[in-house]
């Protein structure tokens, strides 16, 4: 008998129960294989990712949750607050809600889900992170037009620059050309002019007259006495 007991006690110590629920290994092993699904504003359409939800919010409805979340500055009551005034809004039949801060910032209703599960609710840290990502794109665009701006304003500067020069530049050429001019003129003018520039000669008498004369010259009589003789 007492092998027996023996036996049997040694059997039970090598007995080792199953320490883990059946039915939590398989809630374990369900929740690795499910993929959340953000459900459109309507509420007919599933996405598998949020940027999907996104822009589905933005393209359909008018809703562009990051940039609603950069412009005013909304912490996570206020995001939660804003997905579901959005869905009570579309409900209702607005397709294009009034989404301005004071429509649901002070709403406390609004922290309750309009729909059970929302896995956009769930998600509100990675809209932060999308949101991040834009507003840093966006400073550096605003950045890089800034720059390109400057420089476009600086190429102007430049250009104007360039015409006041040109024009002082041909005023002075032109300033420094009629003033040679006007002192060529006053050259010219007071130069003296040449011997015998000026006057006239006297005239010569007809070569006939002068032999005429000439041949009584010299005969050593005048004309006229000549004659009487």
Request: negative net charge; without cysteine; hydrophobic residues 30%.
């Amino acid at each position: 008998m007492s092998d027996l007991r023996d036996s049997s006690d040694s059997s039970d110590d090598s007995f080792e129960p199953n320490t883990l629920d059946d039915d939590d290994e398989w809630k374990d092993v369900e929740s690795e294989n499910v993929i959340a699904s953000f459900v459109s504003f309507g509420g007919s359409i599933k996405y598998p990712k949020i940027e999907e939800f996104l822009e589905d919010a933005r393209d359909r409805y008018g809703v562009d949750l990051i940039s609603i979340k950069n412009s005013h500055g909304l912490d996570t009551f206020g995001m939660i607050k804003l997905i579901n005034f959005v869905r009570s809004q579309v409900r209702q039949g607005l397709s294009h809600p009034d989404v301005s801060p004071e429509r649901f910032i002070e709403g406390d209703e609004y922290l309750k889900p309009v729909i059970e599960d929302d896995a956009v609710l769930y998600s509100i840290d990675d809209i932060f992170d999308l949101a991040e990502r834009q507003a840093h794109s966006s400073t550096n665009g605003t950045a890089d037009t800034t720059h390109s701006h400057e420089q476009v304003q600086e190429m102007i500067r430049q250009i104007d620059l360039l015409r006041e020069q040109a024009v002082y530049y041909r005023s002075a050429l032109q300033k420094t050309y009629l003033e040679k001019l006007e002192l060529l003129e006053r050259t010219l003018s007071s130069e003296p002019k040449a011997s015998g520039e000026g006057t006239s000669a006297p005239p010569r008498e007809n070569d006939s007259d002068s032999h005429y004369f000439s041949s009584y010259a010299h005969n050593g009589q005048s004309p006229q006495a000549s004659k009487l003789k």
